[in-house]
C-alpha cells in the first residue's frame, strides 16, 4: 500500500530536524514526493591584521607654566610681597599680547616656614605661592614671553614648565589613524597574495589605541627666574600615532 505523500513529507522534515539523513519512503517516488536534500555552506577564510600609523606636525602653541613665590615673617607680609610679584606678572603677559582667555591661575598657597634643628621646629615666617598657566599662540614669541615675564618678576618670578602643541589636534590624529589602516590593508594583501588568494571585503575594523607624543624642553623650576629667560627653546615635533586591528575575507 503506497505511503501518502504529506505522511512522507513530515517524516522527512522531523528526519531533518534531528540532524538524521531523510530516507524516501517506499512508493515515495512513485507518488512523487521528492525530498530535498540539505544544503551546508562553508564559511569564506579570514585573514586578521594588526596596522600601526603615525604623523608627525608643528607646534601651533605653547603653554608655559610660571609662577611667583614670596616669604615673609607675617601672613600679611607674605601675601603682600606675592600679590605685588603676580601684578607685574600679569602686566607683563598681558604687555606681550597675550589674551584673558590665554591666562589662568592654577593654584594659590600660603604655608607656614619652619626651620628643623635638633629635633625641634621653629617657625620661621611664612611663604605665599600662585601659578599660572600661560598659552602662546605665536611659538615664535615663547622666548621673549619668558624673558618678560622674568624680568618684571625678579627673584619672586619661576617658569615651572613650557609645553609645545597644537591647538586642535584631531587633524594630526587623523592623519594617523589613516596610516594604521593603509598599513593594515597592505598587510593583509600581501599575505593574501603569498597564500594564492585575492583580499576580500572588510569584515571588522578595531582601533587598538592612541599615542600622542609632546616635545617637553628642559626647563626647571628649581632655577632663579632671571636665569631662564636666556634658555633657548626647540619647538620640536609632535607624533601622534594609532593601531587598528582589521579583519579580511580571502576570495
Not at 602653541?61 to 610679584?85: F, W, Y
Not at 594617523?176 to 571585503?201: F, S, V
Not at 578595531?206 to 627666574?225: I, Q, R
Not at 631662564?228 to 579580511?248: D, H, K, N, Q
Amino acid at each position: 500500500m503506497p505511503v501518502p505523500r504529506t505522511t512522507v513529507t513530515a517524516i522527512a522534515v522531523i528526519l531533518l530536524a534531528l540532524g538524521l539523513p531523510a530516507v524516501a519512503a517506499p512508493g515515495a517516488a512513485a507518488a512523487g514526493g521528492a525530498v530535498p536534500a540539505a544544503h551546508v555552506t562553508s564559511a569564506p577564510a579570514t585573514i586578521t591584521v594588526t596596522g600601526e600609523g603615525s604623523a608627525v606636525g608643528k607646534p601651533d602653541i605653547a603653554v608655559i607654566g610660571a609662577g611667583v613665590e614670596a616669604t615673609a615673617k607675617t601672613t600679611r607680609a607674605a601675601l603682600n610681597a606675592q600679590n605685588e610679584a603676580a601684578a607685574a606678572l600679569l602686566k607683563a603677559v598681558r604687555t606681550q599680547g597675550i589674551a584673558d582667555r590665554d591666562i589662568r591661575t592654577e593654584n594659590v598657597s600660603l604655608s607656614p616656614v619652619h626651620d628643623y634643628q635638633d629635633g625641634a621646629s621653629t617657625l620661621t615666617g611664612y611663604r605665599a605661592a600662585q601659578s599660572f598657566s600661560i598659552k602662546v599662540r605665536k611659538v615664535a614669541a615663547t622666548g621673549a614671553l619668558i624673558t618678560a615675564v622674568t624680568e618684571a618678576t625678579g627673584d619672586a618670578g619661576r617658569i615651572d614648565s613650557v609645553v609645545f602643541d597644537l591647538d586642535d589636534r584631531r587633524p594630526l590624529q587623523d592623519r594617523a589613524r589613516k596610516a594604521a589602516y593603509q598599513d593594515a590593508h597592505a598587510k593583509a594583501a600581501q599575505y593574501a597574495e603569498l597564500g594564492g588568494h585575492r583580499l576580500g571585503r572588510l569584515v571588522s575594523l578595531s582601533e587598538g589605541g592612541t599615542g600622542y607624543v609632546l616635545p617637553m624642553p628642559p626647563v626647571s623650576g628649581d632655577a632663579p627666574g632671571a636665569g631662564i629667560g636666556a634658555v633657548p627653546l626647540a619647538p620640536g615635533e609632535i607624533r601622534a600615532t594609532a593601531s587598528v586591528t582589521a579583519v579580511y575575507e580571502l576570495d
